[in-house]
């Protein structure tokens, strides 16, 4: 990476105002990593813990199917699916400006009235399983979801810290040592000049000091 630096006094100011500027946003970073990195072990612990309901409620939706299977077959599941959807909605939530899915609702049409009786008694059983494994499912979802989302920010926002703290924050300080070095060198030149000159020429040293006064 390399500076463009105006000359001069005024490249030591744009540094200090550089330097000023990137201390700043690492400690903004700093804390935004704290946050995410709290948020993100939350997350992780409820995507673990939501995955273990789904399985366990998939695993109980499907003896209940193999129950239906054997008492009344394959017609009795033929006959007892509609083409009614679950209505779902998703809410989301922000962590120092990060958006996640935070929750979830869904209304599962309930049973039809008019609907024929069940072949077997298993299927009432099997359909409250599945409704059940789909709540669980959703749940999973959303928190899988959320916890891959805050993942990737904690490691984009770690990964600019890194290149701040060990590539733009040592450039610009390695910077500002080689101007703040040239500027005093060229001070002691033009102090020097100023000597020879007042002790080769009287009636200067007040001339030139309010000189110097009015440049600094």
């Keep these: 990476m390399r500076l463009r630096i105006p000359p001069g006094r005024a490249g030591r100011m744009w540094l200090r105002r550089r330097l ?16 995410l990195r709290r948020e993100q072990d939350r997350l992780s612990r409820n995507a673990a813990r939501t995955q273990a309901e789904w399985y366990v409620a998939c695993r109980a939706a499907d003896e209940w199917l193999l129950r239906v299977t054997r008492l009344g077959g394959q017609r009795a599941v033929r006959l007892a699916a509609d ?9 989301w939530a922000d962590a120092v400006g990060t958006s996640y899915p935070a929750r979830v609702s869904c209304a ?14 298993a299927l009432v ?13 959703l749940e999973h979802a959303i928190a899988a979801e959320a916890a891959r989302i805050v993942a990737a920010e904690t490691a984009s926002t770690n990964r600019r810290i890194r ?26 030149a033009d102090a020097d000049r100023a000597r020879r000159v ?4 009287p009636g200067l040293p007040d001339r030139l000091d309010r000189d110097h006064r009015f440049n600094r």
């Excluded at 400690?27 to 704290?34: F, G, I």
């Excluded at 083409?83 to 809410?91: G, Q």
């Excluded at 599962?108 to 008694?121: C, S």
């Design 108 to 121: 599962i049409p309930g049973f039809d009235a008019a609907a024929p009786l069940p072949i077997t008694t």
């Design 198 to 201: 007042i002790g080769s020429e």
């Design 20 to 35: 000023t500027a990137v201390r700043h946003g690492l400690d903004v970073l700093d804390r935004k990593l704290r946050i």
């Design 163 to 188: 290149a701040l703290k060990d590539r733009l924050l040592p450039l610009l300080e390695e910077a500002l040592a080689a101007v703040e070095l040239s500027l005093d060198e060229t001070e002691r």
């Design 125 to 137: 059983p099997a359909r409250h399983a599945y409704r059940t494994a789909l709540r669980a499912g």
């Design 83 to 91: 083409d009614r959807l679950t209505d779902v909605h998703v809410y």
